[in-house]
T-cell receptor
Framework: AQSVTQLGSHVSVSEGALVLLRCNYS??????LFWYVQYPNQGLQLLLK??????LVKGINGFEAEFKKSETSFHLTKPSAHMSDAAEYFC???????????FGQGTRLTINP | DTAVSQTPKYLVTQMGNDKSIKCEQN?????MYWYKQDSKKFLKIMFS???????INETVPNRFSPKSPDKAHLNLHINSLELGDSAVYFC??????????????FGEGSWLTVV
């Protein structure tokens, strides 16, 4: 079975500062990993995904994530936060044979002016 | 053009009522899903259909009944609504089952409030 843990339900950074949202996964088989973003009162939008190609994955809006098998992590980063990045971020995992996407509990990102 | 569209977006109804949420995708995908997001933002899969066949049925009360008339549509009917059913329900679709690493595309959500 797969599971995801997102460290920190709420992260607050200043505009222009580094954004780091943490995600650790558990999977008995090689995982597929995803980051989604949810803006208020909207659906989920894919930021990026890892599917066993390059370990450093670049996504939309300047975000990127690095798959580290030894640490079972897939942390999301952005070098410089923008006010428009304020949203809820979800890490998710699936795996061959799993048939479904399992989500972490989400991290709310707040950007301070 | 909205890829995954669901209606209604907002629904307020009384306990005991029966309601339906409709979903359509125009992406040509074979697999569709219903996810539930609770008040703490936690997302959990409820059902998944692949080519109109039910492939995932999580531990969901049998008051919830999905129906897929064709692979572009997946509707959710809820009988005898309870207060605890208040949540956001997301329809989603993917090219194939999530096990292949396919991206899952989500609709805008249906906010259900039971009073």
């Amino acid at each position: 079975a797969q599971s995801v843990t997102q460290l920190g339900s709420h992260v607050s950074v200043s505009e222009g500062a580094l954004v780091l949202l943490r995600c650790n996964y558990s999977s008995s088989v090689p995982p597929y990993l995803f980051w989604y973003v949810q803006y208020p009162n909207q659906g989920l939008q894919l930021l990026l995904k890892y599917t066993s190609a390059a370990t450093l994955v670049k996504g939309i809006n300047g975000f990127e994530a690095e798959f580290k098998k030894s640490e079972t992590s897939f942390h999301l980063t952005k070098p410089s936060a923008h006010m428009s990045d304020a949203a809820e971020y979800f890490c998710a995992v699936s795996a061959q044979g799993a048939q479904k996407l399992v989500f972490g509990q989400g991290t709310r990102l707040t950007i301070n002016p | 053009d909205t890829a995954v569209s669901q209606t209604p977006k907002y629904l307020v109804t009384q306990m005991g009522n029966d309601k339906s949420i409709k979903c359509e995708q125009n992406l040509g995908h074979d697999t569709m899903y219903w996810y539930k997001q609770d008040s703490k933002k936690f997302l959990k899969i409820m059902f998944s259909y692949n080519n109109k066949e039910l492939i995932i049925n999580e531990t969901v009360p049998n008051r919830f009944s999905p129906k897929s008339p064709d692979k572009a549509h997946l509707n959710l009917h809820i009988n005898s609504l309870e207060l605890g059913d208040s949540a956001v329900y997301f329809c989603a679709s993917s090219l194939g089952p999530g096990s292949s690493g396919n991206t899952i595309y989500f609709g805008e959500g249906s906010w259900l409030t039971v009073v």
